[in-house]
């Protein structure tokens, strides 16, 4: 269930806990969106604010934060962000977010949030940070955020539903960042490892090289369901049809 969730094309609130990855950093699932909340002696820092719904629940649990982290636009991670901005937040957005101002909930005119374009480092309490831009992933806009001591990444949802391909090239450049014991949290569900991730190129990885071969969706589907494994159904339980929108999806 791990893959289909961090793939998250179609996404909707899940009901989840409090995840302590390390003392003062928390993951707060079930809130329409993953939340990570860090404290710090200079100020807490918050990762997306819930969806509409959850809002509420994510300010009984983070509430004071001095930087708000907007990693994209959607509103499943944005709906607290009106409160936080006007309770004096920092709001950190990419540039290409400037033209979504409302719609993270933030005043055209407001002076409460910065940008940036590429990449983007802080040092908050002496907790390192960096936020790296991922272009065409997802959408306009977006980023991924990086903690090197901790080795941990909030990514968010990496995917862009009309292209795999950049699903692809995104998941390696996380890899690229992470050793064997990295901790990635995903928009929604379970957090993932790097073998995760892993098994989540090599499956994108499988199904284009049949596809390239000439192997219909059918051939696939079949062929992958003769597997000693069988169809990946140990890893997550709708294969064929993931599957199927992968092998639609890939140009």
């Not at 709001?91 to 940008?115: C, F, P």
Request: aromatic fraction near 10%.
């Amino acid at each position: 269930m791990k893959l289909f969730l961090f793939i998250c094309l179609v996404c909707s609130p899940l009901f989840g806990g409090e995840i302590e990855i390390f003392p003062n950093f928390i993951v707060y699932t079930g809130m329409g969106g993953n939340v990570s909340y860090i404290e710090t002696d200079d100020g807490n820092v918050l990762i997306n604010s819930g969806s509409p719904e959850y809002a509420m629940g994510v300010i009984e649990k983070a509430p004071e934060v001095k930087y708000l982290l907007t990693t994209h636009k959607h509103k499943e991670h944005t709906g607290g962000n009106t409160y936080y901005s006007e309770t004096g937040a920092l709001v950190v957005t990419h540039e290409k977010a400037r033209k979504h101002l409302k719609s993270i909930g933030l005043k055209k005119d407001g002076d409460n949030y910065i940008s940036f374009e590429d990449t983007y480092k802080m040092n908050v309490g002496g907790e390192d940070i960096k936020l790296i831009y991922q272009p065409n992933a997802h959408v306009d806009g977006y980023y991924i955020v990086y903690f090197p001591r901790r080795n941990v990444i909030h990514a968010a949802n990496i995917s862009n539903g009309n292209n795999i391909d950049v699903l692809i090239n995104t998941s390696k450049e996380l890899i690229n960042l992470t050793t064997e014991n990295i901790v990635v949290i995903p928009g929604h569900g379970d957090l993932l490892t790097k073998a995760d991730i892993d098994m989540y190129i090599d499956i994108h990885t499988r199904i284009r090289g049949l596809k390239e071969q000439g192997y219909s969706l059918k051939q696939i589907i079949k062929s992958t369901s003769e597997e000693k494994e069988g169809l990946y159904n140990w890893y997550f339980p709708d294969s064929e049809n993931i599957i199927s929108t992968y092998f639609k999806k890939l140009r």
